[in-house]
């Protein structure tokens, strides 16, 4: 499988190919309101665009995060808000990186063989916590600032997915 530096080469064609990733998933997003298509396309040009091992969203769904569209193999279903790198990142309301995630309190073990993983909170366009942005390598350490840039961007520009009206109530973070 190809990992986010291989498919991306240099710094620089990482940078790229998240401002590719942030065009195309824009131009998918636009005009589109069914929810679950817009994150299923957005979640596939991720792992297109950037190699990334496990892609997906995790939406809340009251004290839980409910497994949404992703790309990648068979993942957790449902995860405690507060349990795990996701359940973290839900509680924080805030990036999280794990270079080790053997080395992160309480990681949850969805796929043996991912070794690092960002998680990002996605929230709707008034900053209510609707779910997180989970992505997870192969290799120890794959994660930077140039990542969480990228997927932060990323995840605001998706954040006029949610309406009111998509899964379950909203919550303050």
């Known amino acids: 499988m190809r990992e986010a530096g291989a498919a991306a080469g240099r710094i620089e064609g990482k ?3 998240y401002r590719l990733a942030l065009s195309e998933i824009g131009a998918l997003v636009d005009g589109e309101t069914d929810l679950v298509a817009n994150l299923a396309n957005a979640v596939a ?4 665009r950037l190699g990334f091992f496990w892609v997906g969203v995790y939406r809340l ?3 839980d995060l409910l497994l949404g569209p992703f790309q990648g193999t ?3 279903t449902r995860i ?7 359940g973290a990142c839900a509680a924080r309301g805030e990036t999280i990186v794990v270079p080790d995630v053997h080395a992160f309190l309480g990681h949850i073990a ?3 063989r991912s070794r690092s ?3 990002v909170p996605l929230r709707d366009r008034d900053g209510s916590l609707r779910g997180v942005l989970d992505v997870d390598s192969e290799r120890l350490g794959a994660f930077d600032e140039e990542d969480r840039a990228g997927l932060e961007a990323i995840a605001s520009r998706i954040a006029g997915v949610w309406s009111r009206d998509d899964g379950g ?3 303050g973070g």
């Open 117 to 119: 993983e960002i998680v």
């Open 80 to 86: 405690a808000v507060g349990r795990g790198v996701c």
């Open 45 to 48: 040009v991720l792992r297109e």
């Open 169 to 171: 109530a909203p919550s």
């Open 74 to 76: 068979v993942a957790c």
């Open 61 to 63: 769904d009251g004290e």
């Open 110 to 112: 969805c796929d043996s």
């Open 15 to 17: 940078s790229a190919a």
